[in-house]
């Protein structure tokens, strides 16, 4: 399984990205979630989403991120978004993608999981 997430960049306070995240190659377990890591921090939960036959199941969010961040999933195209609208300087960060290729119950840490994308930088300017 590989993920390739893309669509970070640099904008102002305010503004708005979407990050996506491809999947390939075999099966992985039906959740997907997004996770940051900013400059002398540990990686931290963003948001994260499962689903089942084809539908979403639930959405999950970090705190900081609640009402700001929205998480989906292109069922055709294997592919998760992450948008992000009223980015604020503390968004910050190397966002990661990341998948599991077995179920496991916590999508909200990175036990979760145990593949990884190769991250994304959002930088987010005031």
């Known amino acids: 399984v590989q993920l390739q997430a893309s669509g970070g960049g640099l904008v102002q306070a305010g503004g708005s990205l979407r990050l996506s995240c491809a999947a390939s190659?075999?099966?992985?377990?039906?959740?997907m979630g997004w996770f940051r890591q900013a400059p002398g921090k540990e990686r931290e939960f963003v948001a994260a989403?499962?689903?089942?036959?084809?539908?979403?199941?639930?959405?999950v969010y970090a705190d900081p991120v609640k009402g700001r961040f929205t998480i989906s999933r292109d069922n055709a195209q294997d592919t998760v978004y992450l948008q992000m609208n009223s980015l604020k300087p503390e968004d910050t960060a190397v966002y990661y993608c990341?998948?599991?290729?077995?179920?496991?119950?916590?999508?909200?840490?990175?036990?979760?999981?145990?593949?990884w994308g190769q991250g994304t930088l959002v930088t987010v300017s005031s």
């Open positions: 990341a998948a599991s290729t077995t179920w496991r119950p916590d999508v909200t840490t990175t036990r979760g999981y145990n593949v």
């Open positions: 190659g075999r099966t992985f377990s039906n959740y």
């Open positions: 989403i499962r689903w089942s036959s084809g539908s979403t199941v639930y959405t």
